[in-house]
């Protein structure tokens, strides 16, 4: 017969067995679960943004990058903003996708373009510009500024004590008929 002493010293010992042997089937390479993929290798890209006409950075721009994976598929878009200095960097973009880069700032026109990301670092250069006239088929207006300022446009009104304004009348209207300040006759 066992003593309390020898099968407390014999479970354990069994136990330790059972737990060391478990440790070493982790690591072989007949693992049952998932199959471990990888993540790919990611680009960082660095957007510099400033205004043209002077050179200075544009803060609190925002940033939108767009990655499409060798076979067009939309991967999603995330958004950065720039800081003081007008930098936004992002590093998570998957290197050899293609990258379709959106500058959106207050006061200046949309920039959009695509860049090809194949190297593991990719600084970005982009200068804003004001807003341009619409183009139109009629008439040419390349490089011509807007007429509109920025903000929203409130329509010019009268004062209503402004005896300046004048209602405006129709130029082909006929004047009004004199009225007569006698009262008509009754009728009979």
Known sequence: MMSRRNYWLALVTISVVLASSCLLAQDSPARRGRKYKPPPETSKITVQVTKKFNGKPIMNAAVIFNPYDSNGKDIGNLEVKTD????????????????????????????????????????????MLRPQEQVSSYVDNSGKTSTRKPGVQEPIRPKSGDKTAQPQTKPNAAPASPQSTTPAAPQQ
């Open 84 to 127: 003081p200095e007008g930098k936004a960097t992002i590093d998570i973009i998957p290197k050899g996708s293609l990258v379709r880069v959106q500058v959106i700032a207050s006061g200046f026109a949309t920039y959009a373009e695509d860049f090809q990301i194949d190297e593991p670092t990719r600084e970005i250069d982009i200068a």
